[in-house]
């Protein structure tokens, strides 16, 4: 199997040749390379169209080299924000893989839990203003669903959509307020994907279970981050979900930061235990190989996977 093939597969609930993997984000960059993603902000300074082209032809090789290395299936795009660029770093990424590896870029509309500043104010307005902040929930995923078109057009087979909706002890918003102002939009907005052509894969950290079937209902092909650190256990959404969504993540990162060796090991061989079996599983990180991570850890993580992957 491609690892393209091998990501659809698990993705339709198929089983592939063996356990596919990818990250949200990988970080470690420097520390495998010597070198980090490009930033918009160094797109910007480029003194000309020239050097801009320059820079993401390297930023497309590092990509490719990172997935080559870490063996990744589906490819994440990360760090540039506008989009004429995003379009041309996929087109860089199609050229250099052809079809054979699923590019990823983010695509998410809805609402996710505010930032503190603007935690009351938010709350105030689901409160008092419901008509408008549906009205804004609208907007937001036609506009999304524009720049989705645009991505796939380039050459992007999936999404990954980041709003994040849980704190470790439960949603931002009840169950029932979840229901009203987030779960319409959000299978909308996973129907508007499938029907660009598109995967659908939805991230949130957090303390999902309060809200997993709704999560569940709005049909992405599958759910990230299946967080350990707030207390849900990939076996359990196994059980409840496994049959109508993919699962990706579980591995801990609180572990792989300070944790034993021995816990790491034991972490990932849970996540492989239970989630492997029958398909639709994807083998990562409950969050992503974050900066200041040591390396060794995560490619320990790997050799885990490596060892028990085969179907």
């Known amino acids: 199997m491609t690892p393209k093939q091998r990501a659809i597969a698990a993705l339709e609930h198929r089983i592939p040749d063996h356990v596919p993997t990818f990250e949200l984000e990988f970080q470690l960059t420097k520390e495998l390379f010597g070198r980090d993603y490009l930033t918009q902000r160094e797109l910007d300074a480029a003194p000309s169209a020239d050097a801009r082209e320059r820079m993401l032809q390297e930023n497309a090789d590092l990509f490719a080299r990172v997935a080559e290395r870490l063996e990744y299936d589906i490819v994440p795009l990360q760090a540039i924000g506008r989009e004429e660029h995003q379009v041309r770093q996929v087109q860089l990424l199609r050229e250099r893989f052809g079809d054979t590896r699923m590019i990823c870029a983010h695509g998410d509309s809805t609402m996710g839990i505010p930032d503190g500043e603007h935690m009351v104010e938010v709350s105030i307005r689901l409160a008092e203003e419901a008509d408008a902040v549906h009205a804004e929930q609208r907007r937001n995923l036609a506009h999304t669903l524009e720049h989705c078109k645009v991505l796939v057009d380039a050459g992007v087979d999936v999404f ?121 599983y994807f083998f990562c990180t409950s969050n992503v190989p974050f900066k200041g991570l040591p390396l060794e850890r995560y490619l320990l993580i790997l050799d885990v996977w490596k060892e028990l992957r085969e179907y």
């Open 160 to 280: 990954i959509n980041c709003a994040d909706y849980c704190f470790n002890h439960g949603p931002f918003l009840s169950p029932g307020m979840f229901a009203e102002f987030v779960t319409p939009y959000l299978t909308e907005l996973h129907a508007g994907q499938r029907a660009l052509g598109a995967y659908t894969i939805k991230h949130t950290d957090g303390n999902i279970m309060p809200i997993l079937d709704q999560l569940a209902d709005s049909a992405p092909h599958a759910l990230h981050s299946i967080d350990p650190m707030a207390g849900v256990d990939i076996a359990e959404v196994k059980r409840r979900i496994g049959d109508r969504v993919a699962l990706c993540g579980n591995v801990n990162c609180a572990l792989m930061q300070t944790g034993t060796d021995e816990e790491v090991i034991a972490s990932a061989r849970y996540c492989l235990k239970h989630a492997k079996p029958g398909g639709g």
